[in-house]
């Protein structure tokens, strides 16, 4: 039997939402987990009483089902599985393959006794068309790699390791569940990660874009990867590479290309972009936000392992915590300075530095000066790699990183 582990979290959402009027669509970058969380919640169903007969579960990207490429063949071949009277748990992998699919889902919803479950692997699964289509009728669920505390769970260590040694394999290796079974071999590790980039570039990149250009795309991907956690528009990251003159025939690559190479990273889950947040002006500005990659191993995997700007590699860790935990995120700016982060809940916010140390003057003062222009009462936070005796600098709370990640 293959080796399924468990993400109660995710889980525990489907079966909150079991028998919900409203369409479940996990989303996330591919082997994240999405199909083994589908499997688990097969798994539930029986365990709880749903006969297999009222289970329709299907991988998409199975040969098996090569002739439903568009949705009036996905729909009749389904509407002939589906018994009358019955409830149906429909349970569908990948199924951005199937050609004009939210057609289909919307049928079935108006036709049947159906509970619906989806994933996919990049973000045109949630277009505009399937928006307007099932408006107010969806549940998002995003699916990230292992947090830190997943990672823990995950994996077996000596007896005795330091917690310090664990988060240094966890900032190499990443998240993603699928390096498991290779034990901290890194080349093993980066040979699978590779693999799984090589797949996402291909087929949820490359495929759905036709213009597209491999290595134009591949040297956005380098410049993100080297620039985590920095402030870059568009416009410099084209002027850079322009300069650099390695883009074989193409010598100068407009800000707009780039900004559209980006936006297809973020479709296909690679990035995540941050916006800023004027925190006087209690508005969100139009121009230079941050990137995070969706998983450190592939940085790692493409960079080669550097630990030399540990605070940007906090940072993109910090970022990817706060939307596990549901926050919106932004980076803060405050007149001239800036927050790294700005998370938002409804009835939340909470203001973020990170940083490597706060033990040098320099840095504790470059550190402490933007939050303390915020003139507001929500909390503020200064997170790092530091473990002394102060917690807080005039009411400004100061943790350890590794301590925050694991409170929870």
């Given at each position: 039997?293959?080796d399924?582990?468990?993400?109660?979290e995710?889980?525990?959402?489907?079966?909150?939402?079991?028998?919900?009027?409203?369409?479940?669509?996990?989303t996330?970058?591919?082997?994240?987990?999405?199909?083994?969380?589908?499997e688990?919640f097969?798994?539930h169903?029986?365990?709880?009483?749903?006969?297999?007969?009222?289970?329709?579960?299907?991988?998409?990207?199975s040969?098996?089902y090569?002739?439903?490429?568009?949705?009036?063949a996905?729909?009749?071949?389904?509407?002939e599985?589906?018994?009358?009277g019955?409830?149906?748990y429909l349970?569908?992998?990948?199924?951005?393959?199937?050609?004009?699919?939210?057609?289909?889902?919307?049928?079935?919803?108006?036709?049947?006794?159906?509970?619906?479950?989806?994933?996919?692997?990049?973000?045109?699964?949630?277009?505009?068309e399937?928006?307007?289509?099932?408006?107010?009728?969806?549940?998002?669920?995003r699916m990230?790699p292992?947090s830190?505390?997943?990672?823990?769970?995950?994996?077996q260590?000596?007896?005795?390791t330091?917690?310090?040694?664990k988060?240094?394999?966890?900032?190499?290796?990443?998240?993603?569940?699928?390096?498991?079974?290779?034990?901290?071999?890194e080349?093993r590790?980066?040979?699978?990660?590779?693999?799984?980039?090589?797949t996402?570039?291909?087929?949820?990149?490359?495929?759905?874009?036709?213009?597209?250009?491999?290595?134009?795309?591949?040297?956005?991907?380098?410049?993100?990867?080297?620039?985590?956690?920095?402030?870059?528009?568009?416009?410099?990251?084209?002027?850079?590479l322009?300069?650099?003159?390695?883009?074989?025939?193409?010598?100068?690559?407009a800000?707009?290309t780039?900004?559209?190479?980006?936006?297809?990273?973020?479709?296909?889950?690679?990035f995540f972009?941050?916006?800023?947040?004027d925190?006087k002006?209690k508005?969100?500005?139009?121009?230079l936000?941050?990137?995070?990659?969706?998983?450190?191993g592939?940085?790692?995997?493409?960079?080669?392992?550097?630990?030399a700007?540990?605070?940007?590699?906090?940072e993109?860790?910090?970022?990817?915590?706060?939307?596990?935990?549901?926050?919106?995120?932004y980076?803060?700016?405050v007149?001239?300075?800036?927050?790294d982060?700005v998370?938002?809940?409804?009835r939340?916010?909470?203001?973020?530095?990170?940083?490597?140390?706060?033990l040098?003057e320099?840095?504790?003062?470059?550190?402490?000066?933007p939050l303390?222009?915020?003139r507001d009462?929500?909390?503020k936070?200064?997170?790092?790699?530091?473990?002394n005796?102060?917690?807080?600098?005039?009411?400004i709370m100061?943790?350890?990183v590794?301590?925050?990640?694991?409170?929870?």
């Open positions: 039997m293959k399924r582990i468990n993400r109660p995710y889980l525990n959402r489907l079966i909150e939402n079991k028998d919900v009027d409203l369409v479940k669509i996990v996330g970058i591919r082997r994240c987990g999405k199909s083994t969380l589908l688990l097969h798994d169903l029986i365990e709880t009483g749903t006969d297999e007969k009222r289970i329709i579960h299907m991988n998409m990207e040969l098996r090569r002739d439903l490429t568009d949705y009036l996905f729909y009749d071949y389904i509407s599985r589906i018994i009358p019955e409830r149906m349970i569908f992998d990948e199924l951005q393959t199937v050609v004009g699919w939210e057609k289909a889902i919307e049928s079935f919803r108006l036709d049947f006794d159906v509970d619906i479950y989806i994933t996919g692997s990049n973000a045109y699964l949630l277009s505009t399937f928006a307007t289509l099932l408006s107010g009728r969806y549940i998002e669920i990230l292992l830190f505390k997943e990672f823990l769970t995950f994996y260590f000596e007896p005795g330091a917690p310090e040694v988060f240094e394999q966890y900032l190499r290796f990443g998240g993603m569940p699928v390096l498991r079974q290779f034990k901290f071999n080349a590790c980066m040979e699978a990660l590779e693999g799984i980039y090589s996402v570039v291909l087929r949820d990149i490359l495929l759905r874009n036709k213009s597209a250009d491999q290595d134009t795309l591949n040297k956005i991907v380098m410049f993100l990867c080297s620039n985590i956690g920095s402030i870059t528009s568009p416009n410099k990251i084209g002027n850079v322009s300069a650099e003159g390695e883009l074989g025939k193409i010598k100068n690559i800000g707009k780039v900004d559209k190479y980006i936006s297809m990273l973020r479709s296909a889950f690679v972009t941050a916006g800023r947040y925190i002006g508005q969100l500005l139009k121009t936000g941050k990137n995070y990659i969706i998983d450190l592939f940085r790692n995997m493409l960079l080669g392992y550097r630990d700007d540990m605070g940007h590699i906090l993109n860790v910090v970022y990817l915590e706060l939307l596990r935990r549901d926050y919106r995120v980076i803060g700016k007149g001239e300075t800036e927050v982060f998370a938002e809940k409804p939340e916010k909470i203001y973020i530095q990170v940083t490597e140390s706060m040098g320099t840095v504790r003062e470059r550190e402490l000066r303390r222009l915020i009462n929500y909390p936070l200064i997170l790092s790699m530091d473990r005796y102060i917690d807080s600098y005039d009411g100061a943790l350890n590794i301590d925050w990640l694991l409170d929870k």
